[in-house]
């Protein structure tokens, strides 16, 4: 006698859960987009996993910069297209696991994930650029319950949480990530002097890893309270750019004999302060553009003062294992005093 296996069973047999331990539900709450500032909370089904996928409680969630954009876009190109559970930045517990998953992911281990993962096959993957992979797996669903993980990320791009990392640090390790990347293409040296543009928290936490890597760091904000941040961060120096008429010779006048910052961290997305930044660098110095500006922004610059200055300029985007790893391996409190 032929026996039909109905579907959802063969989707439950893909997984392993643990009964004793999680009692996962059928239907969870989340919040939706359908559009530009349209984010609707729901009731919908917990996703069914695929045998390589794990399954995440979620614990905490983060909104950042690139959340609140794709929020007022209504989309992102290569992130999510609507509708579609929102949020990327999130710590969980592993509430199940599917049959092909590595058995060093447990059921009730506190996880880490991150938004993306390279494919680790294509050109740039194989030269050590998997952030501009050209099959990079995103990820979203962290305003949910519950979130799945693509196998792809689970393999390459999921940590898990020591227990003396509070869930709030835990889950700024992917933005923590991309800093490093940043920091590493700086090419920074213990003595040497940066300056940083912007002290949101992308911002801070550039003050915070430079300042640790023995930079003195002058930083640059439009209010008081993230400045005195960045002190209690390792800045050495703070400048209120709306009390200082003249943002670039005040920054020079910081250091050796006025030659200007040996960096310069643009990170709050204007087009003001990228040519702040441009003037402000010492010759030879490097421009790191952190921060993304609108597509068709454009901007005047002086070709012969790059040129003749060596100014090296860089715009790192995005986090590759190797930083995410990183973390790992000296996971402490990130950007703490944040």
């Not at 494919?119 to 050209?134: A, D, I, M, P, V």
């Not at 949101?200 to 430079?210: E, K, S, W």
């Not at 030659?259 to 204007?270: M, T, Y």
Request: proline share 7%; glycine share 8%; aromatic share 6%.
């Amino acid at each position: 006698m032929k026996t039909t296996v109905p579907k959802n069973l063969e989707v439950a047999e893909q997984t392993r859960f643990a009964p004793s331990r999680v009692a996962v539900p059928s239907r969870m709450t989340a919040a939706v987009l359908y559009g530009s500032e349209d984010l609707r909370i729901e009731m919908i089904d917990v996703p069914p996993l695929a045998a390589d996928e794990v399954l995440l409680r979620v614990r905490l969630a983060l909104t950042d910069g690139t959340d609140l954009k794709v929020w007022k876009r209504g989309y992102h190109a290569k992130m999510i297209q609507p509708p579609a559970v929102f949020g990327h930045e999130v710590v969980g517990d592993i509430a199940a696991v599917g049959k092909r998953v590595d058995a060093r992911w447990r059921i009730g281990m506190r996880v880490v994930a991150a938004n993306s993962a390279p494919c680790l096959r294509c050109y740039h993957c194989r030269r050590g650029q998997e952030n501009l992979c050209e099959d990079l797996l995103f990820n979203n669903g962290a305003y949910a319950e519950y979130m799945r993980i693509p196998g792809r990320i689970a393999t390459e791009n999921m940590l898990e949480v020591p227990h003396s990392v509070d869930d709030g640090s835990a889950a700024l390790v992917e933005p923590l990530a991309c800093v490093l990347r940043g920091i590493h293409e700086m090419e920074v040296r213990t003595g040497d002097t940066a300056a940083v543009i912007g002290c949101g928290p992308i911002g801070l936490t550039f003050v915070r890893m430079l300042s640790r890597r023995g930079v003195r760091v002058i930083a640059l904000a439009r209010r008081p309270a993230p400045l005195d941040v960045a002190r209690k961060l390792g800045a050495v120096a703070t400048i209120n750019v709306l009390d200082s008429p003249e943002v670039v010779a005040a920054v020079k006048s910081l250091t050796e004999d006025g030659r200007g910052p040996d960096s310069v961290v643009e990170a709050a997305g204007n087009p003001a302060t990228w040519q702040q930044a441009l003037a402000m660098v010492r010759r030879g110095g490097v421009v790191n553009f952190f921060s993304g500006l609108p597509r068709g922004t454009s901007l005047s610059i002086d070709p012969a003062a790059i040129h003749y200055s060596e100014i090296k300029l860089i715009s790192p985007f995005h986090h590759t294992p190797r930083f995410l790893r990183h973390r790992r391996n000296s996971f402490d409190r990130p950007a703490a005093g944040l």
